[in-house]
């Protein structure tokens, strides 16, 4: 079975400072990697995926995520934070025809 | 155009109560899933359809759980005899035709549901 572990369940961040969110995820088969963001009141929508190919994969609003097999991991930076980051992100794993699993989430809040 | 929609966006119900939940999916998108979210957790899967056909119910909790999508449109999530451990927020989400794993999910705002 797969499972995500997003190890930081809140990350407190000074406005233009740069941010790691962690997400190590187990599979024994080849899998899909997605960052979801959840921003106040909205519902999911997702920042970036990893299918195949290049391990670097980066949203339109400066995330980027690598993929690193070895370390069973797909962390997300961003290298300056704006206010408007402020969300709660969420890892997630597919493989094959398997449903998407997610991690428990982590509130990222931004502090001017 | 219009995204996901789902309806109530909030629903209080008694303990024992019958509940249904309805998701309205981008238009021509076949694939359609939902999700439970409890407080402080990610969503876990629930079921999946394409078009009318639910072809995975692994996550659904119980047997008071039954979806349908009886057109390959509109789908409604029933709670049968509702406990407090079904309080949670229920997630629809629907993806494009073709839509393996690897197809972004677009979800709804939501249904909050809290059994009393």
């Known amino acids: 079975a797969q499972s995500v572990t997003q190890l930081d369940s809140q990350v407190p961040v000074f406005e233009e400072a740069p941010v790691e969110l962690r997400c190590n995820y187990s599979s024994s088969v080849s899998v899909y990697l997605f960052w979801y963001v959840q921003y106040p009141n909205q519902g999911l929508q997702l920042l970036l995926k990893?299918?195949?190919?290049?391990?670097l994969v980066k949203s339109i609003n400066g995330f980027e995520a690598e993929f690193n097999k070895s370390q069973t991991s797909f962390h997300l930076r961003k290298p300056s934070v704006h206010i408007s980051d402020t969300a709660e992100y969420f890892c997630?794993?597919?493989?094959?025809?398997?449903?998407?699993?997610f991690g428990k989430g982590t509130r990222l809040s931004v502090i001017a | 155009g219009a995204g996901v929609s789902q309806s109530p966006r909030y629903k209080v119900a008694k303990r024992g109560q019958d509940v249904a939940l309805r998701c309205d999916p981008i238009s021509g998108h076949v694939s359609l899933f939902w999700y439970q979210q409890a407080l402080g957790q990610g969503p876990e899967f629930l079921t999946y359809f394409q078009n009318e056909a639910q072809l995975d119910k692994s996550g659904l909790p119980s047997d008071r759980f039954f979806a349908e999508r009886p057109e390959g449109s509109v789908s409604t999530l029933k709670i049968q005899r509702t406990q407090q451990e079904d309080s949670a927020v229920y997630l629809c989400a629907s993806s494009r035709p073709g839509g393996g794993p690897q197809e972004t999910q677009y979800f709804g705002p939501g249904t909050r549901l809290l059994v009393l």
């Open positions: 990893y299918l195949s190919g290049s391990t």
């Open positions: 997630a794993v597919s493989s094959g025809n398997t449903p998407l699993v």
